[in-house]
């Protein structure tokens, strides 16, 4: 069993989990959210309520939700992540139990008392909602339930009534049946017997005759006749055939028929009196006069050539201009509303001295984005490799494919992800990106930054192009057990990556938010030397110093708690996403691990490592970590524990540089 003070992030994930089922049911974690208190006192449980100044507001409650849809995460399973490590005085299962409790969720309380805890079921009020409901009837009803429970019901009878109504329902009749009641002789009480007697059918389908009226005796039921009805404008001397359809040829008559024949059409004497006009007459009469209402319609030659030949009435008049004017003018309106090639993208004017390529150079130099995993390797002439595919990964917002023949230099080529939709406006999302990664991102060059040399915006989709780098991301070579980083790589790789944090930060008045820094985000070239890359999901705030409430990006395990809770992002968000980097490199474990009974690394790290050191997660296979009588890897998990920190006491980026590039001078 559990204790009280076990804290709620390091439950097991079959007790989070069942915990989560209980809580998700009618949204009952928002009752459970909207009491949950600013403070919690290590050893009191007995949490104090302030009602009127609670820990979560309206806002968020919305970004919970919003963080369920877009992470596909259970709304409790966040709010507990997010409670459980948020504060000074982190929630231990006594909290909870009592929360849930004043929350009067019983349901979730019984189960963290019992199964959790081993203790007796919380008590619950004796009246109101939360008041146990008594499931045993009261005598008059139990004597009910013992007469419906005696009686016998011939089975022959019940097989009858079945076979009946299988019956109806292949005939597709509906069987009105008549309701008989009678007394059962035995017992007490009058038990109604349904006996099914068929008085009549009753059609669900109409039915429609050629003939005759439908009736079934009842003058009130009748169903009229469609096609012979006395006031159908179709004539009854129409020949008619099993389909209700006249005969063409009746209409190509003429003789005893109300409408005159097609033929009749082209004859000038039969259809005077009928005012309609000789077709042929249409197209060889230069003018013709059906009445003196209808307007003159020149001959259709007469609108093809410039001459005085046009009738005089025509001739000064604005109103019937000369088809080829016509034809030009349309064609010439198409041809400026379409775009002029296939793209749905709009034409963008971008402010950058960056080349552009076109989608067919790309696609020639990634051989048609071919999918086939390309295998990274310092070796360039393997990279160069036409058998070798071009397919290098993907993320969140596009695939990545190697070009060659671009530049005089490998290049990787980014495809964004493009809805199917037959047109992109420039006010899009997904074009303000694009633009926001070509002319704001090209102004930035760093050493330790993936630049962007190029980008194509006339195809099917944006392409963005950035150096390639040979080495793979950092998270895959800690993976490798057989490519083993030295932890002096290690602590490069740290103080480039954080110099490199520091520069976007600082660079301009205006600071640039990675968001989203993690080690898979991380690229090494061939001599271990790091890349930052993906902005694409940078953030540019007003100053270095703003913070603000927007939707959370990211990924969760690497997110400081404020973003995760409120949105609240800040230079201090990837600093507190730089220290889980850290953790990283110096014990080699995945960010996130469902094996583990703490999944995630931080919860894993405070778990295994109570004296401040540390020395018991230490991968070793990257060397001593001892330097000059120093351990390099103890200084190295105080800045990680420093950028972990809750907000306010967590250093900025350029702080953690300061810190990092001290160990060096040792």
């Given at each position: 069993m ?15 989990g ?5 809580l ?25 309520i ?12 919305r ?12 709304c409790?399973?966040?709010?507990l992540?997010?409670?459980?490590t ?20 019983y ?9 959790l ?10 009246e ?17 339930e ?25 005939n ?20 109604p ?30 169903v ?19 389909n ?12 005893d028929?109300?409408?005159p ?7 000038n004497?039969d ?28 001959h ?15 001739s ?6 000369l088809?080829?004017i016509?034809?030009?003018?349309t064609?010439?309106e198409?041809?400026s509303s ?8 709009p034409?963008l ?15 020639a ?26 397919f290098?990964g ?8 190697l070009a ?6 490998p ?7 493009l809805?199917?939709?037959?047109e ?15 002319e ?13 040399c190029?980008?194509s ?19 895959y ?30 660079a ?9 820094i ?11 030397k ?8 940078i ?16 990924t ?26 850290i953790?990283?490199?110096l ?11 703490s ?13 401040e ?8 296979q990257?060397g001593?970590?001892m330097e000059?009588e ?11 524990t420093?950028c972990l ?15 990092i ?5 040792y």
């Amino acid at each position: 069993m559990m204790e009280s003070s076990l804290e709620i992030r390091k439950l097991p994930p079959s007790a989070l989990g069942e915990l989560v089922k209980i809580l998700e049911y009618n949204e009952s974690w928002k009752r459970l959210m909207a009491i949950v208190p600013k403070h919690l006192e290590k050893n009191n449980y007995d949490c104090l309520i302030d009602r009127f100044n609670p820990k979560y507001n309206s806002e968020h409650f919305r970004l919970i939700e919003n963080a369920s849809i877009s992470l596909h995460r259970a709304c409790t399973e966040i709010l507990l992540d997010e409670w459980g490590t948020s504060d000074r005085v982190l929630p231990a299962l006594g909290h909870l139990l009592n929360l849930l409790k004043k929350a009067e969720l019983y349901r979730a309380a019984d189960f963290v008392a019992v199964n959790l805890m081993g203790l007796e079921t919380p008590e619950r009020p004796k009246e109101g909602p939360a008041a146990l409901i008594s499931t045993t009837l009261p005598p008059e009803s139990q004597e009910i339930e013992s007469i419906l429970d005696n009686i016998n019901v011939n089975s022959s009878d019940i097989e009858n009534l079945n076979s009946e109504v299988n019956s109806n329902s292949d005939n597709n009749n509906m069987v009105v049946p008549t309701i008989t009641i009678t007394q059962n002789s035995s017992g007490s009480a009058n038990i109604p017997v349904v006996v099914n007697n068929r008085e009549r059918e009753v059609s669900d389908m109409m039915k429609f005759s050629s003939s005759e009226i439908i009736s079934n005796g009842d003058s009130s039921f009748q169903v009229p006749l469609v096609i012979n009805n006395t006031e159908s404008v179709v004539s009854n001397t129409i020949p008619v055939d099993d389909n209700n359809l006249p005969d063409l040829s009746v209409l190509n008559a003429g003789d005893d028929f109300e409408l005159p024949a097609l033929t009749a059409l082209n004859l000038n004497s039969d259809v005077a009196s009928s005012n309609l006009p000789d077709f042929t007459g249409l197209i060889s009469k230069p003018e013709i006069s059906l009445q003196n209402s209808v307007p003159i319609i020149p001959h259709i030659s007469q609108l093809l050539v410039e001459d005085n030949n046009i009738p005089s009435s025509l001739s000064n008049s604005d109103e019937i201009p000369l088809l080829n004017i016509l034809m030009h003018s349309t064609v010439t309106e198409a041809q400026s509303s379409k775009p002029t090639c296939s793209s749905p993208l709009p034409n963008l004017s971008l402010n950058t001295l960056l080349p552009h390529f076109t989608y067919a150079e790309l696609e020639a130099a990634t051989q048609n984005f071919n999918e086939t995993p390309h295998e990274n390797s310092c070796d360039m002439e393997k990279t160069l490799d036409e058998s070798n595919g071009r397919f290098l990964g993907c993320g969140a917002f596009g695939s990545v494919f190697l070009a060659l023949g671009l530049l005089g230099k490998p290049i990787a080529v980014k495809k964004l992800y493009l809805d199917e939709v037959e047109e992109v406006n420039v006010d899009d999302t997904i074009t303000k990106q694009f633009r926001n990664e070509v002319e704001v991102l090209s102004k930035y060059k760093h050493d330790n930054l993936l630049s962007i040399c190029g980008y194509s915006c006339d195809g099917p989709t944006y392409c963005l192009m950035y150096d390639y780098i040979s080495g793979g991301a950092l998270n895959y070579r800690l993976e490798k057990n057989s490519e083993h980083l030295e932890w002096k790589d290690r602590l490069a790789i740290a103080s480039g990556t954080a110099d490199a944090v520091s520069y976007l930060h600082t660079a301009f008045n205006t600071p640039l938010i990675h968001r989203d820094i993690k080690t898979a985000n991380i690229l090494l070239d061939c001599a271990n030397k790091p890349k930052l890359g993906d902005f694409g999901i940078i953030k540019l705030l007003a100053n270095q110093n703003t913070t603000i409430a927007t939707t959370t990006i990211g990924t969760t395990v690497y997110m400081a708690p404020e973003a995760h809770r409120s949105g609240d992002v800040s230079v201090k968000t990837d600093s507190f996403s730089f220290g889980v980097v850290i953790l990283e490199l110096l014990t080699s474990l995945p960010p996130l691990d469902d094996a583990r009974d703490s999944r995630d690394l931080i919860s894993h790290v405070d778990e295994m490592c109570e004296d401040e050191s540390i020395l018991p997660l230490l991968d070793l296979q990257a060397g001593s970590w001892m330097e000059n009588e120093m351990h390099i890897g103890e200084k190295l998990y105080r800045i990680a524990t420093c950028c972990l920190d809750e907000k306010r006491r967590r250093p900025n980026m350029v702080e953690v540089t300061y810190m990092i590039k001290n160990i060096y001078d040792y």
